[in-house]
């Protein structure tokens, strides 16, 4: 499946846990997302300081048939890596983490929407389609 969206780890995790935009998500997951290693491992993260464990989150996934299949991660490169730091001048006023950064500079390369919960990043003009979930 060829990917339409990237999804960033405020999406994914608002489809993880039903939270509002969910269903932006899981059209977004039907018809192919990429997220970045950056932002799977923020996503894992952040389950697990609510105390899911990240292999029962990747096994829930891969039993759904959506990991490798309708949500696949994205390697983060050398190139990835040099596209994030040059967002970095353009994006410090807003605030953005190097996740965010990681997840935009894939939406760049691929020229693909990149879906986010984050407000902020409606305001950018970077090169990239920021879709808000909610």
Request: aromatic share 4%; charged share 15%; glycine share 6%.
């Amino acid at each position: 499946m060829q990917p339409t969206s990237i999804l960033d780890a405020s999406a994914l995790l608002a489809y993880l846990q039903g939270e509002p935009g969910a269903a932006v998500v899981a059209n977004a997951l039907t018809q192919g997302s990429l997220i970045s290693s950056v932002n799977w491992a923020e996503t894992l993260s952040k389950l697990a300081e609510r105390g899911q464990d990240p292999d029962t989150v990747t096994d829930l996934l891969t039993n759904q048939g959506l990991f490798n299949n309708a949500l696949m991660i994205a390697p983060f490169d050398a190139d990835l890596a040099q596209a994030t730091a040059k967002l970095r001048p353009l994006t410090r006023i807003s605030g953005l983490s190097l996740g965010d950064r990681a997840c935009l500079a894939l939406g760049i390369q691929t020229q693909l929407p990149v879906l986010t919960s984050d407000q902020a990043w409606s305001s950018l003009t970077i090169g990239v389609v920021v879709q808000l979930i909610r």
